[in-house]
């Protein structure tokens, strides 16, 4: 189910449920803006955009991964580059009881069972419920990240 590609183009990878398309044009209209707060409502509980920076850190052996359940991911890098693991969420090692508050769970997988993807300024990768990912890891070496992550309510 993930999506990889860059902004432009995403629109034609999705189907473009209503507020996928809000949170697709809201990004388009956004993305660029230094001053953006690390919480926006873009609409309600629908859609919401957490802004975030911070420098990438190497894999290790063993990976740590997330999942939701009602809400789909857009992670857009606004600058520098990171790579997303990803994994079905049904191969997930140990997962964790689901909190709704937050709606997150986790489980661990060894690295080499992830599909690495480098997505660099400018793309986005869209995780679905059925995705398992892992944001944040380094490349080659660790960079300095800022990046936009779009909620959407399933």
């Keep these: 189910n993930m999506i990889v590609a860059p902004l432009p183009d995403l629109a034609r990878q999705v189907a473009l449920t209503p507020s996928l398309s809000t949170a697709l044009e809201w990004l388009a209209v956004n993305a660029d ?3 953006l707060p690390e919480r926006v409502a873009v609409d309600g509980q629908n859609v919401y955009a957490l802004v975030q ?3 990438t850190a190497p894999v290790a ?3 740590r991964l997330e999942a939701h ?4 991911d857009i992670q857009f890098i606004v600058s520098g580059e990171e790579v997303m ?5 049904t191969e997930l090692l140990d997962p964790t009881p689901y909190n709704p508050e937050k709606d997150v769970f986790h489980g661990h997988l ?3 069972q992830l599909t690495p993807v480098l997505v660099k300024a400018g793309q986005a990768a869209i995780f679905y419920p059925a995705d398992a990912h892992a944001p944040k890891l380094a490349g080659e070496k660790p960079a300095a990240v800022r990046k936009i992550v779009l ?3 399933v």
């Excluded at 359940?69 to 789909?72: E, K, P, V």
């Excluded at 693991?85 to 969420?89: E, L, N, R, Y």
């Design 69 to 72: 359940q009602h809400y789909i």
């Design 53 to 55: 920076a911070y420098e």
């Design 33 to 35: 803006r230094s001053d």
């Design 61 to 63: 052996e063993v990976v």
């Design 85 to 89: 693991g990803w994994a079905p969420v």
């Design 110 to 112: 060894p690295a080499a």
């Design 151 to 153: 909620k959407v309510r």
